[in-house]
């Protein structure tokens, strides 16, 4: 049920893998560019940054060091003023190299995809896809990434792309595997996955296990009826380069700051208030870094 009090985490898709500059322009590469855009982030109110790893010259890696890399640079520029979400999504990597950096860098949170889907985009244009792949997370993947997530004290961002999805949840928490409050996010959007309406989000969070936290990703500029949808239903909500470059104007997004800005306004603006990192800790059962651990 939603209400006023209910503060509203805003979290960041900073970058994503698929994207690049010759689209957006502000989509960052190097440590020093997540660096400048955090600082923005945590500027106009964002207290959660997804992170997906990048070489310097723009393309994809699942290597620590430059998760490290990274996650130091964030670190030195907005310290313990956000709270670090590591992608372990992927097609075509092994789960052991996601499980390394997991290992090795303990993020706080970590998104964990919850099923398979076809995954594709689709341009009414060209009458044909743009891309279209398999994405394949079985439950035996899930949860030896969960198992290695809970050895850590990482808590995992469930994301799911469809009801489905959020259906297996309840195995997981029957299991044991996972304890409360879940911290759940409904990806919308994706061709292959669940179609981007508010009527959807709400069948969505109505097949999540009681209690769950959960928030919305809207994909494309869709993001914006769905953050307004979620605000309603009193969720969170989730922008970035990642998921959509565009304002609600249709003006491409300058940084990522400017789309929370825009998130942060909307939140305001139905009389809700967006979360302190402290809340969301509280909220999410996650714990305080040691003063050793930031930067």
């Known amino acids: 049920m939603s209400r006023f009090e209910d503060p509203v985490i ?49 393309t994809p890696s699942y290597e620590v ?103 297996s949840l309840a195995p997981l928490v029957d299991m044991g595997l996972l304890k409360p409050p879940l911290h759940v996010s409904c990806v919308m959007g994706v061709t292959g996955g669940i179609p981007p309406t508010a009527r959807n989000l709400a069948l969505m969070v109505d097949n999540l296990p009681a209690g769950s936290h959960w928030g919305v990703i809207g994909i494309s500029r869709a993001q914006w009826l769905l953050v307004a949808a979620a605000l309603t239903l009193g969720g969170s909500v989730r922008v970035g380069l990642e998921d959509n470059f565009y304002l609600p104007s249709g003006e491409m997004a300058r940084s990522n700051g400017d789309l929370i800005a825009k998130a942060r306004q909307m939140t305001e603006d139905v009389g809700r208030r967006p979360a302190t990192v402290a809340e969301v800790r509280t909220l999410l059962g996650i714990p305080a870094p040691a003063a050793a651990e930031v930067v």
């Open 10 to 58: 805003l979290t960041n898709s900073i970058s994503g893998t698929v994207a690049n500059r010759d689209q957006c322009p502000a989509i960052p590469y190097t440590p020093e560019e997540y660096a400048a855009e955090a600082r923005r982030i945590v500027d106009e109110g964002g207290v959660m940054i997804h992170i997906h790893a990048r070489r310097p010259d723009g």
């Open 65 to 167: 060091e430059d998760f490290r890399a990274i996650t130091e640079a964030i670190r030195a520029e907005v310290g313990a003023a956000a709270i670090v979400n590591y992608s372990t999504g992927a097609m075509g990597v092994p789960v052991s190299k996601r499980i390394a950096y997991l290992r090795e860098l303990r993020p706080e949170v970590a998104a964990l995809n919850m099923g398979s889907m076809n995954y594709a985009k689709y341009s009414p244009k060209r009458k044909d896809f743009v891309f279209k792949a398999v994405f394949a997370n079985p439950f035996d993947e899930i949860i030896e990434l969960l198992e290695s997530m809970n050895e850590r004290g990482i808590k995992p961002e469930h994301e799911c792309f469809d009801v489905g999805h959020a259906g």
